[in-house]
């Protein structure tokens, strides 16, 4: 990995997963030491990894994971990657970086200022913070003291492919997750398309939108 020192695991342990519609799942999650931002992410490892397993970078996200907002789609891209990486195996990588790594008081700052009628992007910078704060330099770490070198990344986002083959992350395949569209996020996800180049279909949100 490029100038980036490694990381170790730190514990593993094994929970059952159980979700609201009733899908349960047990699955490995394991901590670390030695993580470039000092933050306490954690994989989950589901299913029966394989030489390259399908990977999720999710960012924590509170309203959405805990709360159900539907004024974004974290909770159901969450619900989902957990059954599809556990039907194929692979890892969940659950990051804290809420709000794009702005913090969570940052987060319902900016969502004020959407309502107000600027983008989510938009907000961030009326608030002087960047559009995405991300980097997965931790990311990468954690996935090399797996012993992923190589993987299919779930995700619509290019930046996250990008950044890990950055670091030394081989990502063979970039798979899109669901679409998953409320009456509250279709401006959200529509502005991912054209602020960040997400494949998301950009006709039907803005259709959407429009009605």
Do not use: W
Request: charged content about 25%.
């Amino acid at each position: 990995m490029p100038d980036t020192p490694a990381a170790t695991p730190r514990a593993r342990v094994r929970v059952p997963l159980h979700f609201a519609d009733g899908y349960a799942v047990d699955a490995e999650l394991v901590t670390f030491h030695g993580l470039a931002d000092g933050q306490e992410h954690i994989a989950v490892v589901l299913g029966e990894p394989g030489p390259v397993p399908l990977v999720r970078l999710h960012s924590e996200c509170l309203t959405g994971d805990v709360f159900g907002s539907a004024r974004c789609d974290c909770g159901p891209q969450l619900r989902e990657a957990v059954e599809r990486i556990a039907e194929r195996g692979g890892v969940l990588l659950y990051l804290r970086q809420e709000g794009r790594g702005i913090g969570l008081y940052n987060k319902l700052d900016a969502y004020a200022l959407q309502d107000r009628g600027l983008d989510t992007y938009e907000a961030n910078a009326a608030l002087g913070l960047p559009e995405d704060a991300r980097d997965y330099t931790a990311a990468a770490q954690m996935l090399r003291a797996l012993g992923v070198d190589e993987l299919d990344l779930l995700s619509n986002n290019p930046d996250k492919a990008g950044q890990l083959r950055a670091l030394g992350v081989a990502v063979r395949d970039r798979v899109p997750t669901g679409v998953f569209t409320t009456a509250h996020n279709v401006r959200y996800l529509r502005a991912k398309v054209l602020q960040t180049q997400h494949t998301l279909p950009l006709a039907e949100l803005t259709e959407l939108s429009a009605g």
